[in-house]
Every structure is written in structure tokens, then in C-alpha cells.
């Protein structure tokens, strides 16, 4: 097996940009997340898929997109969702009065 100098989870994370800044303990929570998702990830992974970089890669890819994107997805739009609603009413409030 291919061994790395660093976690994959780690070097995505470094690739991300945030476009609000976390709080240390926002932080630490997201990577102790990470860290669990990562570890089931890998026992659903096949270990020959894992042998090289590309199939890292690839393989990374397809469980997130399968997995973590789409729950993540559903999550900010119903965020998204309420907000919206939550800046209606208030509006709806206003215009009464």
C-alpha cells in the first residue's frame, strides 16, 4: 500500500477556503469529524484502490460525492430555507405595523 506523508483529509482541508473564519473549537470539532468519516470511508474502500495516488484519488472522490456531498448539500439548503422563511416573517411583521 502506498503510504503518504500526510492524511488525504488533511490536505483537503488545507485546500479549502472558508469564506467566514472558524473558531478554534469549530476547528477541532470539523477535524475530529473528518477524522471519523475518513476512518469509514476507508474501511468501505477496496485496499486495491488505495495502491496508488490516482486511485486515492479517485476513490476519495466517488465516497465523498456518494456520501458526504450530498448530505452536506441537503443540510445548507435547508439552512438556506430557513433563512429565507425566518427573513419573511419578519418582513411580513414590519409591513404590519
Not at 34 to 61: C, D, F, H, M, S
Not at 64 to 89: I, S, T
Amino acid at each position: 500500500m502506498l503510504k503518504l506523508r500526510q492524511p488525504w483529509n488533511k490536505i483537503l482541508m488545507r485546500s479549502i477556503q472558508f469564506t467566514k473564519a472558524m473558531t478554534p473549537e469549530q476547528e477541532q470539532a470539523l477535524q475530529e469529524h473528518v477524522q471519523a468519516i475518513a476512518k469509514i470511508l476507508y474501511k468501505a474502500t477496496p485496499p486495491e484502490q488505495l495502491t496508488t495516488l490516482g486511485g486515492i484519488e479517485q476513490a476519495v472522490r466517488e465516497q465523498m460525492q456518494k456520501h458526504v456531498m450530498p448530505e452536506v448539500g441537503v443540510f445548507l439548503l435547508q439552512r438556506q430555507q430557513e433563512r429565507q422563511q425566518d427573513a419573511h416573517a419578519r418582513l411580513k411583521v414590519s409591513s404590519e405595523n
